[in-house]
């Protein structure tokens, strides 16, 4: 392989690689916006359907996360054994068949029975898209790429707010178009099926792209990889994958923590209404989401090109460093602007925590357990991060401090005590992956 290219020598031109890279890019774009479209609806749901807070937290969080995550592991196995595009086009046609189906009931079986459609049909998305990706690029192109596909999340996001606010307004004003009158009873559904069909965009775009062969490295010279199961990987490299996947996976906690009660708190702290979040909150969210990837791969292809083989590794306690002192002053300070400007900062850093264990399964795992590997880090990343880290301070809250005011000191607690034991880990790791990345002599 020449580290000069872009591209591996395997017959997959710098085109090829290239387009593949945007249109899987534009699945994640469009598999974040229909994960998060549901969170604005929150208003229509209450007063259309009678839902409750309990009820929309279903469709928001338990409906969708568990099964994603729980569907990964499988999914990742598959992803290692056959057509890695062909498997995306599948997951993009179930979670968009389950988006629109969104839109054709009005009761909560219904909906909760798409929304784990629509989570099952995602969680084939990263594993396969990455293991793509990492066979479409040379170890000069890959944490770039890597970055770049990640910054499909936050414009997907940003896209949720803006076209599904605006769509809202519109439907609101002049009610549900014609020609989807006899389908939906109200303006919210529409959003819903018109989701749906946006996913058959990136299924042609998807289709017109090639398979990458993949890069299977000679098992003879790691006993590890012998069998190609995840199974075999963890009897031999237990320690790595622990500071590789779980010490981020607890970091994570942080960034969840804030993404479920940042508004919030600016809300009880400093009086912010629901206008000054909708202003400040969704630009802010997407510079801070485009900007973490990059920062990850900036910083991690730095540390391993200054002739640190654990650079990749080492850049997660690094930013694990800086995110810490943000966070508490973030939470701490008496002024609003600080307050919101740091918060972001700090989740900024975190998006990059969370980049880097996935940019770097990209590079030092063969192409047989890859996608395992990864689905196994965003198993784990979800059911911590996104499982523990809300209700970890809403029970510090309720029963630590006992008053809802004290909610950012919650936050400072569990941000630094998660950024603590997360770095902690993964920094005593670092000499089972340097050992690893040298015996193999991955190239980064």
């Known amino acids: 392989m020449n580290n000069e290219r872009s591209t591996p020598l395997q017959g997959v031109s710098l085109w090829q690689a290239v387009w593949g890279l945007l249109a899987l890019t534009l699945a994640y774009l469009l598999a974040y916006c229909d994960r998060t479209i549901v969170t604005i609806l929150v208003g229509p749901f209450k007063q259309d359907l009678g839902f409750s807070d309990s009820q929309v937290g279903l469709l928001i969080g338990f409906s969708f996360a568990i099964f994603y995550s729980v569907a990964g592991l499988p999914l990742g196995r598959i992803t290692d054994r056959f057509n890695r595009r062909n498997l995306i086009i599948a997951g993009i046609l179930t979670w968009s068949a389950a988006t629109?189906?969104?839109g054709l009931v009005n009761r909560l079986p219904g909906l909760f029975v798409a929304r784990v459609c629509v989570g099952a049909g995602e969680a084939c998305l990263v594993p396969a898209a990455l293991s793509m990706i990492a066979d479409y690029f040379g170890p000069r192109g890959r944490s770039k790429a890597v970055a770049l596909f990640v910054c499909g999340a936050p414009l997907g996001q940003g896209m949720a707010y803006l076209l599904g606010g605006a769509l809202l307004t519109?439907?609101?004003?002049l009610g549900v178009p014609q020609p989807l009158a006899g389908l939906t009873r109200f303006p919210w559904q529409c959003i819903f099926?018109?989701?749906?069909?946006?996913?058959?965009?990136?299924?042609?775009?998807?289709?017109?792209?090639?398979e990458p062969p993949r890069l299977r490295p000679d098992a003879a010279h790691d006993p590890g990889q012998?069998?190609?199961?995840?199974?075999?990987?963890?009897?031999?490299?237990?320690?790595?994958?622990?500071?590789?996947?779980?010490?981020?996976?607890?970091m994570s906690i942080a960034f969840y923590a804030l993404l479920a009660w940042g508004p919030t708190m600016m809300s009880r702290r400093f009086g912010w209404t629901a206008a000054d979040i909708a202003l400040w909150f969704?630009?802010?969210?997407?510079?801070?989401?485009?900007?973490?990837?990059?920062l990850a791969a900036w910083l991690g292809t730095r540390l391993t090109r200054s002739g640190r083989p654990d650079g990749l590794l080492r850049a997660v306690v690094h930013l694990g460093l800086m995110a810490g002192p943000?966070?508490?002053?973030?939470?701490?300070?008496?002024?609003?602007?600080?307050?919101?400007?740091?918060?972001f900062v700090t989740t900024g850093l975190m998006i990059a925590?969370?980049?880097?264990?996935?940019?770097?399964?990209?590079?030092?795992?063969?192409?047989?357990?890859?996608?395992?590997?990864?689905?196994?880090?965003?198993?784990?990343?979800?059911?911590?991060?996104?499982?523990?880290?809300?209700?970890?301070?809403?029970?510090?809250?309720?029963?630590?401090?006992?008053?809802?005011?004290?909610?950012n000191l919650s936050l400072a607690i569990v941000c630094t005590v998660a950024l603590l034991l997360g770095g902690t880990l993964t920094l005593l790791r670092l000499p089972h992956y340097r050992r690893y990345v040298t015996a193999r002599g991955c190239e980064i």
């Open 353 to 407: 925590v969370i980049t880097v264990p996935q940019v770097a399964i990209q590079y030092i795992m063969p192409g047989q357990v890859r996608g395992q590997v990864t689905a196994l880090f965003v198993f784990c990343a979800n059911i911590i991060g996104f499982g523990l880290g809300p209700n970890i301070v809403a029970a510090v809250t309720d029963y630590g401090f006992r008053q809802d005011a004290r909610l």
């Open 193 to 210: 099926l018109l989701l749906g069909m946006l996913g058959l965009l990136a299924v042609v775009l998807l289709s017109l792209i090639r």
């Open 326 to 343: 943000a966070a508490i002053i973030a939470l701490t300070t008496p002024i609003a602007a600080i307050a919101v400007a740091l918060m």
């Open 282 to 294: 969704p630009p802010l969210g997407i510079l801070s989401g485009l900007l973490g990837p990059w």
């Open 100 to 102: 629109a189906a969104c």
């Open 170 to 173: 519109r439907f609101a004003q």
């Open 226 to 250: 012998r069998n190609d199961s995840l199974k075999a990987l963890m009897a031999h490299h237990r320690p790595l994958l622990l500071g590789l996947i779980l010490g981020p996976a607890i």
